[in-house]
Protein backbone atom coordinates (compact mmCIF):
# COMPACT_ATOMS: atom_id res chain seq x y z
CA UNK A 1 0.00 0.00 0.00
CA UNK A 2 1.88 3.44 -1.22
CA UNK A 3 1.41 6.29 1.04
CA UNK A 4 -1.88 8.85 0.78
CA UNK A 5 -0.80 12.69 1.46
CA UNK A 6 -3.20 15.11 1.85
CA UNK A 7 -3.56 18.54 2.46
CA UNK A 8 -4.66 20.10 5.70
CA UNK A 9 -7.88 22.40 4.37
CA UNK A 10 -7.52 20.75 1.17
CA UNK A 11 -11.23 21.02 -0.39
CA UNK A 12 -13.34 18.95 -3.18
CA UNK A 13 -13.96 20.65 -6.42
CA UNK A 14 -17.71 21.50 -6.64
CA UNK A 15 -19.20 19.29 -9.74
CA UNK A 16 -20.40 21.19 -12.74
CA UNK A 17 -23.19 22.01 -14.33
CA UNK A 18 -26.63 21.54 -12.71
CA UNK A 19 -25.12 19.18 -10.14
CA UNK A 20 -23.14 22.11 -8.79
CA UNK A 21 -26.02 24.26 -8.48
CA UNK A 22 -28.13 21.65 -6.39
CA UNK A 23 -25.19 21.22 -4.19
CA UNK A 24 -24.25 24.72 -3.45
CA UNK A 25 -28.13 25.45 -2.79
CA UNK A 26 -28.68 22.28 -0.51
CA UNK A 27 -25.27 23.71 1.69
CA UNK A 28 -26.98 27.34 1.44
CA UNK A 29 -30.19 25.32 3.36
CA UNK A 30 -27.66 24.12 5.26
CA UNK A 31 -26.00 26.97 6.84
CA UNK A 32 -29.74 29.10 6.40
CA UNK A 33 -30.75 26.46 8.84
CA UNK A 34 -27.87 26.24 11.09
CA UNK A 35 -28.06 30.07 11.54
CA UNK A 36 -31.57 29.74 12.50
CA UNK A 37 -30.85 27.24 14.91
CA UNK A 38 -27.79 29.37 16.38
CA UNK A 39 -30.27 32.32 16.86
CA UNK A 40 -30.88 32.58 20.71
CA UNK A 41 -27.88 30.80 21.74
CA UNK A 42 -24.91 32.20 20.10
CA UNK A 43 -24.99 35.78 18.13
CA UNK A 44 -21.38 35.58 16.40
CA UNK A 45 -22.51 31.51 15.53
CA UNK A 46 -25.17 33.19 13.75
CA UNK A 47 -23.64 35.49 12.15
CA UNK A 48 -20.40 33.27 10.97
CA UNK A 49 -23.74 31.04 9.37
CA UNK A 50 -25.61 33.89 7.40
CA UNK A 51 -22.39 35.21 6.05
CA UNK A 52 -21.93 31.34 4.83
CA UNK A 53 -25.48 30.95 3.22
CA UNK A 54 -24.87 34.77 1.56
CA UNK A 55 -21.36 33.83 -0.20
CA UNK A 56 -23.13 30.83 -1.52
CA UNK A 57 -26.40 33.06 -2.83
CA UNK A 58 -23.46 35.02 -4.37
CA UNK A 59 -21.53 32.17 -5.62
CA UNK A 60 -25.37 30.56 -7.37
CA UNK A 61 -26.46 34.41 -9.01
CA UNK A 62 -22.94 34.28 -10.72
CA UNK A 63 -23.45 31.26 -11.93
CA UNK A 64 -27.30 32.01 -13.13
Avoid at 28 to 37: L, N
Avoid at 38 to 46: D, H, I, P, T
Amino acid sequence: MEKQHCKVGARNPIPGGDQAIRSLQLQQQFFIRKAQEASGANRQLMDFFEAKARKIERMLAEIA
